[in-house]
């Protein structure tokens, strides 16, 4: 059975009935619009997509796997703004020949990330295209704290990071070789895990600034240092490589810290913190941050080599 087949209406049934409500949920799918509770009286959203063949490959994941990445990249900017996610729009352009089973397992991922974090899908919209493309917005609420940006940063922070890091990018390189393990690597490209608790929790500690690591820690480190003013400086002898992506490395020819140091896609946190402060054990801190210039460096030293990803990097005129 296809999308074709069923029709747009047929599979937003088909979809709607494997969604779950969340306590923010006051109307869900069905309505003109969705009614989602905003207790704070500010609502914190955030938007991204994912394109076949761009941002996922359907030969390398499962259904399941996509839609878990899908809702995670969007879960985590709430997170890293110190809000808790609370619902979720998703709107699909498929192929009229896609499997209606494929949709409803992208489905099934999408509402078991959301539900992580206890939000849920409210809504979205559906069209055709020649080219699958999955579009998400995430909403979110502070719970009456003020919001953590980008901007706060300031000299003689503490830079600490929470979650896996690296771990997504070595899997992206792992498979692209035409291998499929190890597996905690690969499977870590294919379905982040997201330390959503941590964006709250680190504006309680304090923080003063904070991002998703989506597109590499130096090239995400570089949105805060240029919104702050700062410089931060990592130190590379605080990143632990493990065991299996030091060995993937060595068997693939890759510096196992560029996977670290420019690699996206583990949507974990990076935040900056007081001097001072008392983080508990699973932030790591790897960094200081300096007076200005705003730039990022490591070990004192401008990183050589991609920072991390671009989907329209600068090409020189020659």
Same mark, same amino acid.
């Not at 699973?282 to 300096?290: A, E, K, M, N, Y």
């Given at each position: 059975?296809?999308?074709?087949?069923?029709?747009?209406?047929?599979? /937003?049934?088909?979809?709607?009935?494997?969604?779950?409500?969340?306590?923010?949920?006051?109307?869900?799918?069905?309505?003109?619009?969705a009614i989602v509770a905003a207790p704070d009286a500010r609502v914190v959203a955030s938007t991204d997509v994912l394109v076949d063949g761009r941002h996922f490959r359907r030969d390398w994941s499962s259904a399941a796997d996509i839609g878990h990445r899908a809702a995670a990249a969007n879960l985590a900017d709430i997170a890293a703004m110190g809000a808790v996610p609370t619902?979720?729009?998703?709107?699909?352009?498929?192929p009229p020949d896609l499997p209606v089973a494929w949709a409803e397992e992208l489905a099934d991922g999408?509402?078991?990330?959301?539900?992580?974090?206890?939000?849920?899908?409210?809504?979205?919209?559906?069209?055709?295209?020649?080219?699958?493309t999955i579009a998400v917005?995430?909403?979110?609420?502070?719970?009456?704290?003020?919001?953590?940006?980008?901007?706060?940063?300031?000299?003689?922070?503490?830079v600490a990071v929470v979650g896996r890091i690296g771990y997504a990018a070595a899997g992206y390189t792992v498979l692209s070789r035409g291998f499929r393990s190890p597996k905690v690597l690969v499977d870590a490209h294919r379905r982040p895990r997201v330390p959503y608790a941590a964006g709250p929790d680190a504006a309680l500690l304090g923080a003063t600034a904070m991002i998703? /690591?989506?597109?590499?820690?130096?090239?995400?480190?570089?949105?805060?240092?240029?919104?702050?003013?700062?410089? /931060?400086?990592?130190?590379?002898?605080?990143?632990?490589?493990p065991d299996q992506m030091r060995d993937a490395a060595s068997a693939l020819g890759v510096d196992p810290y560029t996977w670290v140091l420019a690699g996206g896609d583990d949507h974990t946190l990076v935040a900056t913190?007081?001097?001072?402060?008392?983080?508990?054990?699973?932030?790591?801190?790897?960094?200081?941050?300096?007076?200005?210039?705003?730039?990022?460096?490591v070990d004192g030293k401008p990183y050589t080599g991609s920072a991390g990803?671009?989907?329209?990097?600068?090409?020189?005129l020659g």
């Open positions: 059975m296809t999308v074709a087949t069923t029709g747009e209406f047929g599979l /937003i049934a088909r979809i709607t009935a494997r969604l779950g409500i969340g306590p923010a949920c006051l109307l869900g799918p069905g309505d003109d619009a619902a979720l729009l998703v709107a699909l352009c498929v999408i509402a078991a990330e959301a539900a992580l974090t206890g939000a849920c899908v409210v809504g979205g919209d559906m069209s055709a295209s020649p080219t699958l917005t995430a909403l979110g609420d502070l719970g009456g704290r003020p919001p953590i940006t980008r901007a706060g940063a300031r000299p003689g922070d503490i998703d /690591i989506s597109d590499g820690l130096i090239a995400d480190l570089g949105h805060i240092a240029a919104a702050s003013g700062v410089h /931060i400086d990592l130190s590379r002898a605080a990143f632990v490589i913190f007081p001097p001072g402060t008392e983080l508990p054990p699973q932030w790591l801190p790897v960094g200081t941050v300096l007076a200005a210039p705003a730039l990022v460096t990803w671009d989907h329209f990097p600068v090409i020189g």
